[in-house]
């Protein structure tokens, strides 16, 4: 009923550390019932590989540690013919004991038998090296009952670990691997956290259910399960080395500040709901800003925040928001191979919270199509109550590919249905921002307005177009409306080239329109609403470019004023 310390060894060259079978049938039962802790310790010889055997055997300490140490060689449970069961842990509920460490290079599980970890206050599964000597399976084989803290593998562990036995712990789970296979289902209570580390990928369609945070740190992220944590710290997937693609839901769902934070050194692929509770929902790509990274948000895919700000960007900067997404091959959805920094086919929806994205194409990727900083389709939108929202779509400095290269495509392609082909805000700002400037190529845009509509109730929206000398044409407004009811609508192209053509479209207030082209083609264009309405060319500028025919210009006749040009126009 006390201390239980069993170290053997062999001077057989075929023999085994520690065996235990009871011989006579029945189970071996070592029990530390007073409180004492149990420790058996085995070294297999030379040329044997299991240093411990347990077959039906019943470990138990009341309120002790149990530590079975295999060295670095193998731990192997019921070996023998039959349900070899081996329990390890408290006798029951109401007497647990404190940890169970299980230490070994390998662990080995043997088809047909079972093996319990129960009623323990922590249990740790771990390498004696600093790694596993091979990839290690929990098996489905094994029961977890009643532990308050799960340990799989250690720091600095690079051996893979496979989790094939769900389990609901009463703590945190903490899994340390190479490859990270997520097979089971994962729960934790009583405000349990889930950490996953990972030097190779993390798969799996395993789901994570945490009282508390989620963390997963992977060379890339491919798992297929849902992710919900209830705790303030919210989900966070950080891939580094590789992608991050969703395979299903991801949310914060009960604290009003946890956010979902998706990071990875290359792309982030969104194809399913990223919802938080008031937390800040953030994707961002190449964080290491060496080989590029973009986002796409797929077909399906959406971001609700319930008040939350929504971040997507990139690069090595402090924040999301300090840097591009960068188009590569995977940011797109067309097999002619149209690539975007950031592209957007699902939908965005943060409430009063603000939205930013910001994306950048590349030089490295590029058809004879086109290529984005950001580009969203008809079935996408972007919605705030009372947040801003900021668009900022740049270009790089070359090309690759004939086709065009545009900061901002807005509206193109897809299919719009009800309360989709939206930017919109009840009440917040609304800028969005298509620079060209330093391509200087002819293939140039700055901004591209294709069909979406750009709304807000009471938000002032600026509309910014800059452009570069070489580009053949820096601002394009193809179809579409903007509208903000009490707020200003500005359109501004820069005068470098500030060549702008309105093919369809119309600009609306009640406050004001302003357009700062510096040399429009007007085919067709309405400014609406009862605001004052100017058509000039940029701050900076005394005169358009050449001379302006307004005749292809609709103005409302409700308007407070109308001004065509500067005073300064010649």
Avoid: C
């Avoid at 206050?121 to 390498?127: G, H, R």
């Amino acid at each position: 009923t006390g201390f239980v310390n069993t170290a053997t060894s062999s001077a057989s060259t075929n023999a085994n550390g520690v065996t235990i079978y009871p011989t006579s049938g029945g189970t071996q039962t070592i029990n530390a019932s007073g409180g004492g802790n149990i420790a058996i310790t085995g070294t297999a010889s030379s040329a044997t590989t299991n240093s411990v055997e347990l077959n039906y055997t019943n470990i138990y300490a009341a309120g002790g540690n149990i530590t079975i140490d295999a060295g670095t060689q193998t731990i192997e449970y019921s070996k023998v013919t039959g349900v070899a069961t081996v329990n390890i842990g408290g006798t029951s509920s109401s007497s647990l004991a404190g940890e169970i460490k299980i230490i070994a290079n390998n662990v080995s599980y043997v088809a047909g038998g079972s093996t319990v970890y129960q009623n323990a206050a922590k249990l740790y599964i771990e390498p004696k090296s600093t790694s596993f000597s091979s990839a290690q399976t929990l098996a489905s084989t094994s029961t977890l009952t009643n532990l308050s803290y799960l340990a799989l593998g250690k720091s600095g562990n690079t051996a893979g670990i496979t989790v094939a036995k769900a389990s609901t712990i009463k703590g945190d789970i903490d899994i340390w691997g190479g490859a990270v296979t997520m097979s089971t289902n994962q729960v934790t209570t009583d405000g349990g956290d889930i950490t996953v580390v990972g030097s190779g990928a993390y798969t799996g369609a395993g789901t994570l259910n945490a009282n508390g945070s989620v963390s997963i740190t992977a060379l890339s992220f491919a798992g297929t399960g849902a992710i919900t944590s209830a705790g303030d710290n919210g989900v966070s997937v950080v891939a580094t080395g590789g992608n991050i693609t969703t395979g299903a839901t991801l949310t914060a769902n009960t604290s009003a500040i946890a956010p979902v934070l998706l990071k990875a050194t290359a792309n982030i692929l969104v194809n399913n709901a990223l919802q938080s509770s008031g937390g800040a929902v953030t994707l961002w790509a190449d964080s290491d800003e060496t080989a590029q990274g973009g986002i796409l948000m797929a077909a399906g895919s959406s971001i609700v925040s319930n008040g939350g700000d929504v971040t997507l960007g990139g690069g090595n900067g402090a924040t999301a928001a300090d840097g591009y997404a960068k188009a590569t091959a995977s940011i797109t959805e067309s097999t002619g191979g149209v690539y975007s920094g950031i592209r957007l086919v699902g939908t965005i929806t943060a409430g009063a919270g603000d939205v930013i994205l910001r994306g950048q194409d590349s030089a490295l990727v590029g058809t004879t199509s086109h290529s984005t900083g950001i580009e969203t389709t008809k079935a996408s939108f972007v919605k705030t109550t009372t947040g801003s929202i900021s668009l900022d779509g740049a270009l790089s400095t070359g090309v690759t590919g004939t086709g065009n290269h545009i900061g901002i495509l807005l509206g193109w392609g897809g299919t719009a249905e009800s309360g989709t082909n939206v930017v919109s805000s009840d009440s917040g700002a609304i800028s969005l921002t298509g620079s060209s400037s330093t391509l200087a190529n002819a293939k140039g845009w700055g901004l591209w307005l294709a069909g979406s509509n750009v709304t807000s109730t009471s938000g002032n929206i600026t509309l910014t177009s800059n452009g570069n000398a070489a580009n053949t044409t820096e601002f394009i407004f193809a179809a579409g409306a903007v509208t903000s009811t009490s707020g200003a609508v500005l359109l501004k192209t820069s005068s470098t080239p500030g060549t702008a053509t309105f093919t369809s479209g119309s600009l609306n207030s009640d406050a004001s329109v302003t357009v700062q082209a510096y040399a429009p083609t007007v085919t067709a264009l309405t400014l609406g609403g009862s605001g004052a309405k100017v058509f000039e060319s940029p701050n900076g500028t005394d005169s358009f470019a050449s001379a302006f025919s307004n005749a292809n210009l609709t103005t409302s006749s409700t308007s407070s004023s109308v001004r065509i040009g500067r005073i300064s126009n010649n």
